[in-house]
C-alpha cells in the first residue's frame, strides 16, 4: 500500500493550494483518511479527517476542507486564505477502520498507512 502526497508549494498569505493523496494497493472507501502536518520543531499535529463524520482542527476549520474521490482512491485538501503559521510537511494517513470514536481521528496513532509528506510554505 502506497499513499502518495502532492500538491505543496511556495505560495503567499492569502492564497490558495490543493493537495492530493493517490492511494494504490488498497481502497480505503469504507475508512478513514485524514491529513496531519508537521512544522519544523513541532509534533506532528491533525488537519483534517474524513471518515463516518468529516473532522477539522480548530485553526483550519472554514478554511481547509477535506474531500475525497472513491472512484480515483485519491484524497484532497482544499486550503484557503493560506496563513504564515499553515507552513509545514503535509501527510496524509489512512485505516481501513471507520474510526467509532470521535476521538480517534485526531490522534495520529490510530493510522496504520502515512504518504511520504508534501511541503507547503506560506510567506508573509
Known amino acids: ?8 508549494g511556495l505560495v503567499q498569505t492569502g492564497d490558495s493550494l490543493r493537495l492530493s493523496c493517490a492511494a494504490s494497493g488498497n481502497s480505503f472507501s469504507r475508512g478513514t483518511m485524514a491529513w496531519f502536518r508537521q512544522a519544523p520543531g513541532k509534533e506532528r499535529e491533525f488537519v483534517a479527517a474524513d471518515g463516518r463524520g468529516t473532522y477539522y482542527s480548530g485553526s483550519v476549520k472554514g ?5 475525497r474521490d472513491n472512484a480515483k482512491n ?3 485538501l482544499q486550503m484557503n486564505s493560506l496563513k504564515p503559521e499553515d507552513t509545514a510537511v503535509y501527510y496524509c494517513a ?3 477502520r471507520p474510526f467509532n470514536t ?3 481521528y485526531f490522534q495520529a496513532k490510530e493510522y496504520y498507512y502515512w504518504g511520504q509528506g508534501t511541503q507547503v ?3 508573509s
Not at 500500500?1 to 505543496?8: E, F, I, Y
Not at 478554511?63 to 474531500?67: K, L, N, P, V
Open 74 to 76: 485519491t484524497l484532497y
Open 94 to 96: 489512512a485505516d481501513d
Open 102 to 104: 470521535r476521538n480517534a
Open 121 to 123: 510554505t506560506v510567506s
Open 1 to 8: 500500500v502506497q499513499l502518495q502526497a502532492s500538491g505543496g
Open 63 to 67: 478554511r481547509f476542507t477535506i474531500s
